[in-house]
């Protein structure tokens, strides 16, 4: 315990009372020094008002440089930089980023994010306002930063997939047309229109739609997907592919259908026939999981003639199992070649290998094959369903809408159904009369 006499505490009331005074007299000299500065800026003298400010603190300074025209801002800039460290002057332009943008003060903000050599932030300061307005700023901070940022094109970009990945899709697109990146803009507004859909905003959905820049270009560039993801045996892709080509055509006012006609007419010639292809294949896929086989051979006999030399793999792998009790030899013939066109070495060999097994039972050496159609059919084509995106592994488990033939699993569809009312794919209605049968 300390036993303190009269003279210690009247030693520490007298430091106490010399701290205080010298607390005062700081405070007087600051605000004299921010009196002083606030005058010089209002004169229009910001270099010395600069001086002033830095006495007080660092932070007023900075202030005043935000607060600086542009003309004279990178003078006081500099003379900022030879009082204060390059990390002192960054942190605190950060900070008064972040309190900028708390203030609702996106401008200040984004000057702020600039001064701290942050442009990328910068400009995502006017993303987020969320209206395309603002999207000449943020491109011009990028410009004016460009030694910042190095590549124009893919820090707008970028900024797309920001705008984006925060659901403003009109300013993705927008910054994605800023690049001459069209058919990705408005790959954007279809996906956004779709999403639009799903969760019931059919109005702000035809608003995206309606956006769509140069709408034929458009339709070619998703056609062009229809076919690869054909030639590539991606049915699904091809699908969804296919269902926007059908979307984007049936918003097309009708004054530009009219202008358009002579260019779109085979479009829409190439899409009624991607339809018709994708139809029998989900007729014949159902009936040879039903192990109709003469059925199934018919469609399998119309598709490969419709397609030709471009019959990709899966369609001939199906074909094939279609034939193999009925014609094990041209069944054969038909694995030979899903096995030249098989972009996997393993499904290469395991078609090889059929297509040998095929070859000795057309000999007559044995009438069965050991493993049953059934189950190669299941391995080698890959559905997923509308509703959950996953990989259907059971055929009795599939039903399909009868309109685009987007497959799904039948509880699912039923729980979808019960809630939307349309299929997931096409929006068109739905209605389920019994167990694993649905019709308009």
């Known amino acids: 315990m300390i036993i303190m006499n009269g003279e210690s505490i009247f030693l520490i009331v007298i430091v106490l009372i010399i701290i205080f005074i010298i607390i005062i007299t700081s405070r007087k000299g600051s605000e004299k020094y921010v009196k002083k500065a606030h005058e010089l800026e209002q004169q229009g003298r910001h270099l010395d008002a600069l001086d002033y ?53 996106p401008h200040a903000a984004a000057s702020a994010f600039v001064l701290a050599k942050k442009p990328f932030a910068a400009a995502k300061v006017f993303i987020d306002i969320a209206n395309p307005e603002y999207i000449p700023a943020a491109v011009q901070i990028i410009d004016k930063n460009i030694s910042l ?42 996906a956004a229109a779709t999403e639009m859909r799903k969760q019931g905003f059919a109005e702000e959905a035809e608003r995206y739609m309606t956006t769509i820049s140069k709408p034929f270009v458009a339709i070619n560039h998703y056609l062009q997907e229809v076919h690869d993801n054909l030639q590539e045996g991606n049915i699904e892709k091809m699908r969804r592919a296919l269902t926007i080509t059908k979307d984007i ?33 989900d007729s014949a896929r159902d009936i040879l999981r039903k192990k109709n086989s003469n059925q199934a051979i018919a469609l399998y006999d119309e598709l490969l003639e419709s397609l030709g030399e471009e019959a990709p793999t899966p369609i001939l792998a199906e074909a094939a199992l279609a034939n193999e009790e009925k014609d094990p030899q041209y069944a054969s013939k038909l694995f030979q070649k899903a096995a030249q066109q098989a972009k996997s070495p393993r499904a290469a060999e395991s078609f090889k290998m059929r297509a040998k097994k095929l070859e000795v039972m057309a ?53 979808w159904l019960k809630i939307r009312g349309v299929c997931p794919i096409c929006k068109k209605k739905v209605k389920i009369l019994r167990p694993k049968k649905v019709s308009f």
């Open 149 to 190: 940022i190095h590549n124009r094109d893919q820090a707008i970009r970028n900024l797309a997939r920001h705008a984006y990945d925060n659901k403003k899709y009109m300013e993705a697109a927008e910054l994605l047309r800023t690049v001459g990146a069209d058919e990705e803009a408005n790959t954007v507004l279809i």
């Open 53 to 105: 400010f830095a006495r007080d603190s660092l932070e007023q300074a900075a202030n005043l440089v935000l607060r600086t025209p542009e003309a004279s801002q990178i003078l006081v800039l500099r003379r900022l930089e030879k009082k204060f460290s390059p990390q002192q002057i960054e942190k605190t332009f950060l900070r008064l980023a972040r309190s900028n943008l708390k203030r609702n003060d």
């Open 363 to 415: 000999k007559g050496r044995f009438s069965k094959l050991e493993t049953s159609t059934a189950e190669i059919f299941q391995a080698e084509v890959e559905e997923f369903c509308s509703v959950c995106r996953m990989k259907i592994t059971d055929p009795s488990t599939l039903i399909r809408c009868p309109d685009c033939g987007s497959p799904a699993h039948y509880s699912h569809l039923a729980e």
């Open 249 to 281: 055509t049936e918003k097309l006012p009708p004054e530009e259908k009219k202008h358009l006609k002579e260019d779109l007419d085979p479009l829409i010639k190439k899409i009624t026939e991607y339809d018709r292809l994708l139809k029998i294949l």
